[in-house]
């Protein structure tokens, strides 16, 4: 069994209830302090607030029904919005994060540490790791036999970019405490400066990994290798089908997948299927030197054909649908 459709709505909710918390106390206590590090981490949570609000967007969106425009539904609502968040990632988090470390570092401004930096920074790793742990467990359910590796592959962008920022968020605190406490102990502002500098590269990675999962989706991924062989190998199974000759597929949504293939026929199978039960041998005794039978046996012979065709590929997407309820559209043409 292949991924099912999940909307991610709440590590969503989440995320973004979160980051709006920690943002407001981070940027409060980063201008009292003058830390470049702990600024650059409240433009870091204020960044991913307004980006999963764009992966909001696009859920609520990709829901809608098919329209008369969009015959395949607007599921791929959700890669556009959640590539604009991961354009905001890299720009906004990414960019101003790296901005803001690298004016510190050649621009040496006075820093005031107290206990109330440390505080902050540890309510914010409960709160951003309370998120990740949510956005970590989404994707073991919506996978739960494969690895974390196989996760970030195929996982839904929309969780995945919750995972990743809120991961780098994790990570980034303990940088930024690291920071703090070598800028305390050394009195040197580089300490603050550098890892500025290191959130930014971390989130401008992340960025970059987001938005060519997205770009991918958007172009008409197709769906899983392993996933396509077993079509494959299910229709070949038919003894009406002589071969595959040709097998497209894209990804409309998480869990939604569209495949289109050119099939052979077994002229002998569907021979079969028609004189079931009776034989040809029968039909020939009755028609034979018979010229005008000969011409009503054709003509119902030709009708005959289109018709169970017809019901033949009916038969096959039936199955096909009972066996992969992923894939929503088929198309199957012969050759």
Not at 104 to 110: D, I, P, R, V
Not at 154 to 182: K, M, N, Q, W
Not at 251 to 275: A, M, Q, S, T, W
Not at 279 to 290: M, S
């Amino acid at each position: 069994m292949h991924t099912s459709k999940t909307t991610g709505y709440f590590p969503v909710f989440a995320a973004i209830f979160g980051n709006a918390f920690v943002a407001l106390i981070k940027m409060i206590i980063a201008l009292v302090s003058g830390s470049s590090v702990l600024l650059s981490e409240s433009i870091h949570s204020v960044a991913d607030t307004l980006n999963q609000t764009f992966l909001l967007i696009g859920l609520k969106r990709s829901v809608k029904k098919p329209s008369n425009d969009f015959g395949y539904g607007y599921g791929q609502e959700r890669f556009f919005w959640a590539l604009i968040s991961a354009c905001g990632i890299f720009f906004i988090g990414a960019g101003a994060t790296t901005y803001q470390g690298l004016s510190s570092l050649f621009h040496e401004k006075e820093i005031f540490l107290n206990w109330t930096i440390f505080a902050v920074l540890i309510l914010s790793f409960i709160v951003e790791g309370w998120t990740f742990i949510i956005a970590a467990r989404e994707l073991k359910r919506a996978y739960p036999k494969m690895t974390y590796w196989k996760r970030m592959k195929i996982g839904d962008p929309t969780t995945l970019a919750v995972f990743f920022e809120d991961g780098v968020a994790v990570i980034g605190i303990v940088i930024a405490f690291i920071s703090i406490v070598l800028t305390k102990y050394t009195g040197h502002h580089v300490w603050d400066a550098l890892g500025s500098i290191v959130i930014g590269a971390l989130l401008g990675a992340v960025a970059i990994i987001l938005i060519l999962k997205n770009r991918s989706y958007l172009l008409g991924r197709s769906i899983p290798l392993d996933l396509k062989e077993d079509i494959i190998d299910s229709l070949e199974a038919d003894p009406a089908i002589e071969k595959v000759t040709d097998f497209k597929s894209t990804i409309l949504d998480i869990g939604v997948y569209r495949i289109k293939c050119e099939i052979e026929f077994n002229g002998y199978v569907l021979l079969k299927e028609i004189y079931r039960d009776q034989g040809l041998r029968e039909e020939h005794n009755e028609i034979k030197d018979d010229f005008e039978e000969f011409k009503k046996f054709c003509v119902d012979f030709a009708d005959r054909i289109p018709r169970l065709v017809g019901k033949k590929i009916d038969e096959i997407e039936k199955k096909l649908r009972a066996e992969n309820p992923n894939v929503k559209y088929i198309d199957i043409e012969i050759n």
